[in-house]
C-alpha cells in the first residue's frame, strides 16, 4: 500500500510537471518582472512622471481636463490619480471603442504627454502573469490551474522527499541522485513560502476569486461589510481590492431648473448634467482627511457618484499606500457632499488578510527586502523546475517518456483526505483532479485485459 501510495504520488508530481511547468515558469518570469515595475517605469517614464510641459501657464485642473478633451478627441476622463510629490497628476481616457490611454498633467495642470496603457511595462507584466497577455476565460482558468497544481507539486514532492530520503546524500552519488537531492532540498526550503506567494495572488483568479468573494458576500462578518462584490478586473484596479467592484451608493438627481452654482458640464462626462468641478470635489476631499495619493473615478451615471480611494494593490506607480491607509469614500457628483466611506478598519479578517497579501505578493508590503525575498524564493522555484528536469533526463532512456511506474494498488485514507482537502480549498484543482482520475480509470480498464497481472 505504501509503495502504491508513492508512486500514485511520483506519477501525478511527474506529469503535473511535465504540463505545468512551460506556465508555471512563465508566471514566475512575469512575477519577477512585476516585482519591480514601479522601479523601471520611474526610469522609463522619467519625463512623463516627473517632467514638465514647455507650457508655463498656471492651469486650475478643471481647465487641465477640458484641454486634455480637446487634445484628444474622442477620449473621456474616467479616472485621475492625484499623486503626492514629486509625481504629476495623471488621466486615464477611455474611447468608445474601448481604447485606454494615460495623460500626464505637470504641476501647472499643462500636458506632458500620453501613452497607451496597453503597453506600458507595468501592465504588460500584469497582463502576461494573470492571463498570458491573451486573457479570456478559458485563459484565465488555465494560469489559475498551474498555480493550483503548484501547491500539489510541492505537497507532493514534500511527501516524497522525507518517504525516500531523498535529502539524505549517498556514499556513491550518481548524477540522478545528486539532483534528486537539490531539487528536494530547494523545495523543502521554499514549499511554505511559495504557498503563501501563491496563496496571495489567488484573489485576482477568475474561478477561485469567486469564491472568495462569495464566502466575503455571504459573511459580512469576515469579509467587508455592506459591500455587494464580484471578482476584481483591471479596469477598476486603481480601487482597492477589498471595494473594488462594491455597488456604490447614488448620487440626489439635481433639479433640472436650478444653476448650481453656475458650474457648468463636469469635466470629463458628457452626460449632459451641471456637476461639481474637480477642483472642489479635491477640497472636498481634503475636508473629509483625505491626503494625497489617491484616485478619483468619475460617475458613470447622472445618478452616479464620485469614488475616491486610497488603495494598496493599485498597480499604479506613486499611487500605492500601506494597507492600514486603504480606504473608499463616496462623493454626490453635483453638491460633492461625501456620502459614505469604508475603510480598513471596517473590513473583515477575509478582506484584511488579502490586504495585506496582495502588497506581500507584488513585493511591496514592506519595501526592498519583501522585493529580495520574493525574488529569491521565485528564483529557488525556476531552480527546482531546473533541478526537476535534469533529474528527469537523467533517467530517461531514448525514445520512452520514462514516466513512474503505474500502480493498481488501493489508494490509501491518507492520499484520499489530502485530494480532498485541497480539491475543496482549490475548487478547479478539484475539477481537474477528477478529469485525472476519469483517465486514469480508462487507461486502467483499457490495460487491464492486456496485463491483467501488472502490480507496481
Known amino acids: 500500500m505504501k509503495k502504491g501510495t508513492y508512486n500514485r504520488f511520483w506519477r501525478w508530481h511527474f506529469f503535473g510537471a511535465l504540463f505545468m511547468a512551460p506556465l508555471l515558469i512563465t508566471l514566475t518570469l512575469s512575477g519577477i518582472g512585476y516585482l519591480f515595475y514601479n522601479n523601471v517605469e520611474n526610469v522609463a517614464y522619467k519625463d512623463l ?6 507650457e508655463t501657464q498656471q492651469l486650475t485642473i478643471d481647465e487641465g481636463i477640458s484641454h486634455v478633451k480637446d487634445t484628444y478627441t474622442g477620449f473621456d476622463v474616467a479616472k485621475i490619480m492625484i499623486m503626492d510629490e514629486p509625481y504629476n497628476t495623471r488621466l486615464t481616457m477611455e474611447s468608445d471603442s474601448g481604447e485606454e490611454k494615460y495623460v500626464f498633467l505637470d504641476e501647472h495642470n499643462e500636458i506632458v504627454g500620453s501613452q497607451n ?10 497582463n502576461i502573469h494573470s492571463s498570458l497577455f491573451v486573457g479570456g476565460t478559458v485563459v484565465n482558468y488555465l494560469v489559475e490551474l498551474a498555480a493550483c497544481w503548484a501547491i500539489f ?29 537539490i531539487h528536494a532540498l530547494i523545495g523543502t526550503i521554499i514549499t511554505i513560502p511559495m504557498i503563501i506567494l501563491i496563496f496571495t495572488g489567488l484573489p485576482w483568479s477568475a474561478f477561485m476569486g469567486n469564491f472568495i468573494y462569495t464566502a466575503s458576500q455571504e459573511h459580512p462578518s469576515i469579509g467587508t461589510p455592506l459591500l455587494q462584490q464580484q471578482p476584481p478586473t483591471s479596469d477598476m484596479s486603481e480601487i482597492p481590492w477589498a471595494t473594488r467592484k462594491e455597488k456604490a451608493p447614488e448620487s440626489d438627481k439635481p433639479d433640472p431648473h436650478a444653476n448650481h452654482a453656475g458650474h457648468g458640464n463636469m469635466p470629463g462626462m458628457d452626460m449632459g448634467n451641471t456637476g461639481i468641478p474637480v477642483e472642489k470635489l479635491m477640497l472636498k476631499a481634503k475636508d473629509s482627511g483625505i491626503s494625497k495619493p489617491y484616485s478619483i473615478v ?32 463616496y462623493f454626490d457628483q453635483y453638491s460633492g457632499d461625501p456620502i459614505s466611506k469604508v475603510g480598513y478598519s471596517d473590513y473583515g479578517i477575509l478582506a484584511k488578510w488579502f490586504t495585506w497579501g496582495i502588497p506581500l ?3 511591496h508590503l514592506f519595501g526592498w527586502p519583501n522585493k529580495i525575498i520574493n525574488l529569491v524564493v521565485c528564483l529557488a522555484f525556476l531552480s527546482l523546475i531546473f533541478y526537476g528536469f535534469k533529474m528527469w533526463l537523467s533517467r530517461k532512456r531514448n525514445g520512452n517518456l520514462s514516466a513512474p511506474p503505474k500502480t493498481t494498488s488501493g489508494i490509501s485514507i491518507g492520499f484520499i483526505v489530502l485530494m480532498i482537502v485541497l480539491g475543496i480549498i482549490m475548487p478547479l484543482f478539484g475539477i481537474s483532479l477528477l478529469i485525472v482520475l476519469a483517465v486514469e480509470g480508462i487507461l486502467y480498464l483499457v490495460n487491464k485485459g492486456k496485463n491483467p497481472s501488472t502490480e507496481n
Do not use: C, Q, W
Open 49 to 54: 512622471f516627473f517632467g514638465n510641459s514647455e
Open 117 to 126: 496603457s496597453k503597453y506600458t511595462y507595468a501592465n504588460i507584466m500584469r
Open 153 to 181: 507539486l510541492l505537497f507532493s514532492g514534500l511527501y516524497m522527499t522525507f518517504k525516500s530520503r531523498a535529502l539524505k546524500k549517498s556514499k556513491k552519488e550518481t548524477p540522478r541522485l545528486k539532483f534528486k537531492r
Open 298 to 329: 468619475y460617475p458613470f451615471s447622472e445618478d452616479g457618484v464620485f469614488t475616491v480611494s486610497k488603495g494598496s494593490n493599485t498597480g499604479v506607480t506613486g499611487l500605492d499606500v500601506s494597507p492600514t491607509e486603504e480606504m473608499t469614500s
Open 361 to 363: 505578493h507584488e513585493g
